[in-house]
């Protein structure tokens, strides 16, 4: 099975979980909508080392009444971003952060 190195989600640089995950453009959007979305006051990942770190810096700044919506983001978000790539990757779908964000929200 080929695989393309690099990121099939924003084709802007080697495709590592951290990348996909934290850095990756397309991925940081459909974060932010998220976030938005549920009004959470929290930043999107950036320059945290992995996912927990991000998590835990987001919890002592998101208000007490939020952090289950914020476990819940932490939760929600990786899954549909990993499923939107292997589709991208084994059904030749197009990314589209449309329907990303869409799953996410169901």
Do not use: G, Y
């Not at 009444?65 to 929600?76: G, H, I, N, T």
């Not at 990993?82 to 799953?103: E, Q, Y």
């Amino acid at each position: 099975l080929q695989h393309h190195p690099r990121c099939l989600l924003c084709d802007q640089a080697p495709e590592t979980i951290r990348h996909l995950m934290l850095d990756c453009p397309f991925s940081r959007q459909a974060w932010h909508e998220t976030l938005a979305w549920l009004r959470i006051p929290a930043p999107i990942p950036n320059q945290e080392p992995t996912l927990m770190d991000w998590w835990r810096h987001a919890k002592d700044d998101t208000p007490q009444a939020q952090r289950m919506a914020l476990q819940s983001v932490a939760l929600l978000v990786p899954w549909p971003v990993w499923k939107h790539r292997n589709s991208c990757i084994f059904d030749n779908a197009t990314p589209s952060l449309d329907t990303l964000v869409d799953r996410i929200k169901e």
